[in-house]
């Protein structure tokens, strides 16, 4: 499906999962496909790592051009996972672009060609409030949470943590909800290899359970992934329970499917889905 009222070019697929191909009753992955305005694209290649950082709606693919984002669809969250499909489709390129002109210096040549110009910030209270963290805490104890300043956290040892804030100053939206998980290098290094962000965010595209509305980066502490929530989503009952869930997939499968890259690329270089 074409999104016509998306500012980019922008497409949904929904298909059904190779598993359940010979099952009576099929699985389908439903695909966020957003591509970026040709002329931005050298601006990004330059800065990959802070473009993975800032697009927390999807991520990029391998070849910079497209910002990607897919989810299961399951009977039990087919209602949730629409409204964050429909923000990424409308406002995943837009959003990576603000952020970038918020926060990053254009070349002589950008200047030289008009191709920077710096988005104004935009502030707005987060729709989720410490109340709503607070209950979050209070639903979820048996996982052994914590709650500071109105921040939820969850230290998972070995540098690794998940986080669910509420914050007011996000590119493009303003307030909103952020996920953030981060984890240690020895989670994706196995002897002399080392997965990077890159093959992280194309296995969560490719093969991963939880839905991916959001990007892997890395840095000098290790690996994150993030995925922002803008206001509009808190109209979706618990919201902040379902990105609860999904960081906790997350902890628990980028260690086992990034173990499995090589074959996943020799499966993508064939055509083979896997997920």
Not at 74 to 103: K, M, S
Not at 179 to 198: K, Q
Not at 220 to 249: C, M
Not at 254 to 263: F, V
Request: aromatic content about 8%.
């Amino acid at each position: 499906f074409h999104v016509p009222e998306a500012p980019l070019p922008a497409t949904l697929r929904v298909l059904p999962t190779l598993p359940s191909r010979q099952r009576p009753v099929r699985g389908y992955r439903v695909e966020v496909a957003v591509t970026l305005p040709e002329e931005h694209l050298a601006m990004i290649a330059r800065r990959r790592q802070d473009a993975n950082r800032l697009s927390m709606l999807g991520a990029l693919d391998m070849e910079g051009r497209t910002i990607r984002a897919q989810a299961l669809l399951d009977p039990t969250t087919e209602h949730v996972l629409a409204a964050p499909a429909a923000v990424a489709l409308v406002c995943a390129g837009t959003f990576l672009l603000a952020g970038f002109h918020q926060v990053s210096s254009p070349s002589l040549g950008d200047m030289l060609r008009g191709r920077f110009r710096r988005a104004k910030r935009i502030r707005g209270p987060s729709a989720w409030s410490e109340a709503d963290m607070e209950r979050l805490h209070f639903d979820h104890a048996h996982i052994g949470g914590a709650l500071e300043a109105g921040v939820w956290r969850l230290d998972m040892g070995r540098s690794s943590a998940l986080s669910l804030a509420p914050v007011d100053d996000y590119p493009l939206f303003g307030g909103g909800l952020l996920l953030h998980l981060r984890m240690a290098p020895a989670a994706f290094t196995f002897g002399p290899r080392r997965v990077s962000a890159d093959e992280l965010n194309a296995l969560a595209y490719q093969s991963g359970d939880p839905p991916s509305f959001g990007s892997w980066s890395e840095d000098a502490a290790g690996y994150s992934f993030r995925s922002f929530a803008p206001n509009a989503l808190t109209r979706v009952l618990k919201l902040e329970d379902h990105y609860l869930y999904w960081g906790l997939q997350w902890a628990r499968e980028a260690g086992a499917l990034a173990k499995t890259y090589p074959r996943l690329a020799a499966d993508t270089k064939t055509g083979a889905r896997t997920g």
